[in-house]
T-cell receptor, first 116, second 113 residues
Framework: GAGVSQSPSNKVTEKGKDVELRCDPI?????LYWYRQSLGQGLEFLIY????????KSGLPSDRFSAERTGGSVSTLTIQRTQQEDSAVYLC??????????????FGPGTRLTVL | GESVGLHLPTLSVQEGDNSIINCAYS??????FIWYKQESGKGPQFIID?????DKRQGQRVTVLLNKTVKHLSLQIAATQPGDSAVYFC????????????FGKGTKLSVIP
């Protein structure tokens, strides 16, 4: 079946520009996560959506970062006024949500963002 | 909070040998642990998980061991194959109701043919 998809796969932008990254989760998955992975590093949690609940934005590194999830499905991560330190791979994951609110997270292939 | 550390950033093994990748965590309330495999240019892929009420779980050629006393878990890969070459991450949920996965920095496994 279809997995998590992300677009674009690569994005090169100039410092100061805004970028939008898209995530299409697995159909039926109510939980959606965004992570950032810098070169050679582990995954850094950014934001979590669960159904219609208010998202957990505690991992967003600055107010230049924001995310939306429309209709409980597709999500967009927006980075305004990009900086060179924003260069990283941005990964999206989705999962079913057991009563505990957790489940195996299925990851997309990521968007590699390069800020020149 | 939770921090997840790794004993070894790189590991080279001969094809056919067994591999052991280690991970340590800090929060004694952590109750659900997952190992992911990440190949170059791809997102992490689930390998195996274990909950805190268990100390061992086996999959196909993989075994995860959990030692809650010393807050340590390991991933064992039997008869390592070239296709096992990847970066392996442990990830930890800290406590019932927690939905944030904390990832370690990863171990890069290289299999020597």
């Amino acid at each position: 079946g279809a997995g998590v998809s992300q677009s674009p796969s690569n994005k090169v932008t100039e410092k100061g520009k805004d970028v939008e990254l898209r995530c299409d989760p697995i159909s039926g998955h109510t939980a959606l996560y965004w992570y950032r992975q810098s070169l050679g590093q582990g995954l850094e949690f950014l934001i979590y959506f669960q159904g219609n609940s208010a998202p957990d934005k505690s991992g967003l590194p600055s107010d230049r970062f924001s995310a939306e999830r429309t209709g409980g499905s597709v999500s967009t991560l927006t980075i305004q006024r990009t900086q060179q330190e924003d260069s990283a791979v941005y990964l999206c994951a989705s999962s079913l949500s057991p009563p505990s609110g957790r489940g195996e997270q299925f990851f997309g292939p990521g968007t590699r963002l390069t800020v020149l | 909070g939770e921090s997840v550390g790794l004993h070894l950033p790189t590991l080279s093994v001969q094809e056919g040998d067994n591999s052991i990748i280690n991970c340590a965590y800090s929060n004694s309330a952590s109750d659900y642990f997952i190992w992911y495999k990440q190949e170059s240019g791809k997102g992490p892929q689930f390998i195996i998980d274990i909950r805190s009420n268990m100390d061992k779980r086996q999959g196909q050629r993989v075994t995860v061991l959990l030692n809650k006393t010393v807050k340590h878990l390991s991933l064992q890969i039997a008869a390592t194959q070239p296709g096992d070459s990847a970066v392996y991450f442990c990830a930890v949920y800290s406590g019932a109701g927690s939905y944030q996965l904390t990832f370690g920095k990863g171990t890069k496994l290289s299999v020597i043919p």
